[in-house]
């Protein structure tokens, strides 16, 4: 614990020249293109875009299930070549491993990296005491609430002490409630371990709720369309969504996203079918009733 | 619960209720919430007694239509030959003879199935070399190897566990793969990214994940293994709760074909209900 709390910052994720192609039938597709991104040691980054956009296969990419097609992923300087424990990682789908007990998915990396079982044993009561679970430590994950799961599957996720987190829409299965609760606890985590985060999202407002900085992408083949920063004062209060601040950069991120959706939609929502959005809004724009 | 049975004794349903939770209340509570426990109970029990009472009926009256039960004993003449035969040494000798082939059969064939399973479903090459012939030799029913068995091995005896071994080897194999298919690949994923390597992937997610099919696989293989063993040991054998059956219909000791018939469904029955138990000690996460 006090290794992992203790670290020098570090976690320095750089993305370059990044593309990403597979096979079909009809020749190659294009699911992401020209990529640049960074995120700094101790930065939490976002990346948001309509649904199909690549953010899950640059996430991936990152953490090493897959290979670019050009360009190169390094983590501190070091190149990626495949999975790690050095890149933690939490997916939407909670996956923890039904036949293991919550402690137990949590020991799961460090088990993995030869700790003996006493020793791993206490670490993952300790994490699990940090995240409130210390109580459900000998449950199976059925009988646990998503929410739950998803602490779970943070704490595992950062139990081998990695360097980076990447979130694939960590919270997206989850009820309004809960998702504020989890980013909440994802926020102390992350400032607590000084860890670089990578989180995917579709959501605009978690986005810009967690992230220090905010990258948005372009419809398929997707690339960065604009790079936010996002300048709110930490910590950061659940009222604070409803300030002057937020809601603009909240309104830049939405249009942003709103013209790369309507691409992806391959224009089936043309100018003159949101012009009759705002008639039947009696006057309002879409805009002002968002 | 166990409160509730440490006071059936003196109280009674009429008793006023004077505490809070007096006997009444924790047996109306009790009856409550293990309602259609007991209902399926009491209606499993009248309905194997009814199967009795008609079975009774219709050989007592010897009833003809268009079946005959002119032959067929009755309950009451099994259960004299079943008091009989309890104390019958040679009895005994069938009935372990006959689990002793299921032990040996099923066994070697959960051994040989189940690993060979994972590694088909894990490495693709292993996978195409040996699934063409497995799906070759699968629809043959064991019966059908009698005659080979016999050709193949030595002994008798080693020909009928053959046969076990193959009716209860396909199922096991089949499930076993199925289970290896559907082991959902971002588990995979997220062992790697915790740092597992194949081996401890193997042992940790992808056995573990399979296990549920491995267990259907174990229980439709031991229905199998029986199946297989009676009728080897009905064409073959010298021994055997199946040769015991077959002896019983060419001695013309017709309430001992019944019994023979009972024997090997409890056998059945006692066989499955061993798998299902260990299949909850080994998947404790699979308890409701």
């Known amino acids: 614990m006090n290794e992992i709390l203790t670290k020098a910052p570090q976690g320095h994720i750089e993305v370059r020249n990044f593309s990403l192609s597979y096979d079909s039938i009809e020749g190659p597709v294009q699911a992401v293109t020209d990529t640049q991104i960074h995120v700094k040691p101790g930065e939490f980054v976002s990346i948001v875009g309509p649904s199909g956009c690549g953010k899950s296969t640059l996430l991936n990419a990152v953490a090493g299930f897959l290979k670019p097609t050009t360009g190169v992923v390094t983590v501190d300087g070091e190149r990626v070549n495949g999975p790690s424990s050095e890149r933690g990682m939490v997916f939407q789908q909670y996956s923890l491993f039904p036949w293991k007990t919550v402690r137990e998915n949590v020991e799961f990396g460090l088990k993995m990296r030869g700790m003996a079982r006493s020793q791993r044993e206490r670490a993952a009561r300790t994490l699990l005491g940090l995240a409130g679970l210390e109580a459900f430590e000998k449950h199976y994950p059925d009988k646990l609430s998503g929410g739950m799961k998803q602490r779970v599957g943070i704490v595992r996720a950062l139990a081998t002490g990695p360097k980076v987190l990447l979130l694939d829409e960590p919270f997206g299965a989850l009820d309004a409630q809960t998702r504020v609760i989890m980013q909440q606890i994802l926020t102390n985590m992350w400032q607590r371990l000084k860890i670089s985060v990578l989180f995917v999202t579709h959501d605009i407002d978690e986005a810009i709720f967690l992230s220090d900085r905010v990258y948005c992408m372009t419809a398929r083949p997707g690339s960065i369309k604009a790079e936010i920063p996002i300048p709110l004062e930490r910590p950061r209060q659940q009222a604070m969504m409803m300030s002057s601040e937020f809601l603009a950069l909240r309104r830049g991120l939405m249009s942003l996203i709103r013209e790369e959706s309507i691409k992806a939609m391959g224009g089936e929502i043309t100018d003159l079918g949101m012009q009759g959005l705002n008639i039947e809004l009696h006057g309002h724009s879409l805009a002002d009733v968002i | ?288």
């Open chain 2, 1 to 288: 619960m166990a409160v509730a049975t440490t006071e059936t004794e003196p109280a009674s349903d009429a008793a006023p209720p004077a505490k809070p939770t007096s006997f009444g209340t924790l047996a109306l509570r009790w009856y409550k919430l293990n309602r259609n426990g007991l209902r399926a109970t009491a209606i499993g029990i009248i309905s194997l007694l009814v199967f009795l009472l008609v079975w009774h009926l219709l050989t007592t009256y010897r009833v003809v239509f268009f079946v005959r039960f002119t032959n067929v004993p009755s309950p009451l003449a099994v259960y004299a030959s079943f008091t009989k035969a309890i104390h019958d040494p040679k009895f005994l000798m069938h009935i372990l003879l006959s689990c002793r082939r299921i032990l040996v059969g099923f066994s070697l064939a959960a051994i040989v199935g189940v690993p060979l399973g994972l590694v088909m479903g894990r490495f693709k090459l292993v996978h195409e070399i040996i699934f063409p012939v497995a799906e070759v030799l699968r629809p043959i029913p064991a019966i059908a190897w009698v005659p080979m068995a016999i050709m193949l091995w030595p002994t008798n005896e080693q020909s009928i566990v053959f046969i076990t071994f193959l009716g209860s080897f396909f199922p096991i194999l089949v499930n076993t793969l199925h289970g290896m298919s559907l082991v959902d690949p971002v588990l995979v994923r997220a062992a790697q990214c915790l740092g597992a390597r194949e081996r401890s992937i193997f042992r940790e997610v992808y056995f573990p994940a399979s296990l549920p099919h491995i267990f259907t696989g174990l229980t439709v293989g031991m229905g199998v293994a029986w199946v297989s063993l009676i009728a080897a040991e009905m064409i073959s054998g010298q021994y055997g709760i199946g040769y015991f059956t077959w002896e019983a219909y060419s001695l013309v000791q017709y309430p001992d074909i019944a019994l023979g018939m009972i024997a090997i469904g409890v056998l059945g029955l006692g066989s499955s209900l061993l798998i299902r138990g260990a299949g909850q000690l080994v998947m404790p996460w699979r308890l409701k």
